[in-house]
């Protein structure tokens, strides 16, 4: 069975309570204890993309010697599932996820509740290497985000980038919305058949909060469930 027609059927919502409360909410795996994609309620949202750097063997010695050397590396979707225990708001998130010591490279994509709290952190194992943060002053309402340095060209095999800034530009500010990032994530290629589950969530509206399971075999979709309500 494709990885991707597989983890589409093991894609679920959970919620996460402390003390009768709801602490945060997710979409995730069955069984899978990480988060990839999870939201905060009137505090935060973060997404982890996948960073494709260095050789996997190499990456492994390199993480092995750092714990031989008396390090503390975390798994990525660990850290996030951290951050979302014990952080309450973006400058305390970007600031750990900045920093932590992590096994592998990545990308954290990070929102909060206030005007131009949207980053793109690109990660090594060790260090930050550069951001990527709105600023609505300097006209950059929306950023991007697709598996590649934001520095760099996407590769020309797989330009995901450059469909979705055009469909932003055509959804336009004024038009925006969860519905319409929904839209301009469902264009080709940006939504392929190696896209396992969509999900728009707003940390200061978090009851508008969407998320669909991309059936990649009958190019369907299923809505995961958000009828909870969340206050």
Do not use: C
């Not at 993480?63 to 951290?82: D, I």
């Not at 990308?107 to 194992?125: E, K, P």
């Not at 080709?188 to 669909?212: D, E, G, I, L, M």
Request: aromatic share 10%.
């Amino acid at each position: 069975m494709p990885q991707t027609d597989m983890l589409e059927k093991v894609t679920i919502r959970v919620d996460f309570y402390r003390r009768g409360k709801l602490l945060y909410s997710a979409v995730s795996f069955a069984g899978y204890a990480g988060i990839l994609t999870g939201w905060k309620p009137h505090q935060f949202a973060i997404t982890v993309n996948e960073r494709d750097k260095g050789n996997f063997i190499n990456n492994i010695v390199s993480a092995l010697q750092e714990l031989l050397n008396g390090g503390k590396l975390y798994p990525v979707t660990m850290m996030t599932r951290l951050a979302f225990e014990q952080d309450t708001d973006f400058a305390s998130v970007v600031s750990r996820l900045s920093s932590a010591q992590l096994i592998a490279p990545v990308y954290y994509i990070i929102s909060g509740n206030q005007t131009d709290q949207g980053i793109v952190l690109v990660r090594t194992q060790y260090k930050t290497l550069g951001t990527n943060q709105l600023d609505q002053k300097s006209g950059k309402w929306f950023i991007v985000e697709t598996n590649y340095d934001p520095w760099m060209p996407p590769p020309p095999g797989d330009d995901r980038r450059d469909p979705a800034i055009k469909a932003m530009n055509s959804l336009g500010q004024a038009r925006l919305s969860l519905e319409g990032l929904f839209n301009v994530l469902s264009v080709p290629p940006v939504n392929n058949n190696h896209t396992v589950y969509t999900a728009v969530f707003s940390a200061t509206r978090p009851a508008t909060s969407k998320a669909v399971i991309r059936d990649s075999t009958e190019q369907q979709t299923k809505r995961i469930n958000f009828d909870r309500k969340q206050k």
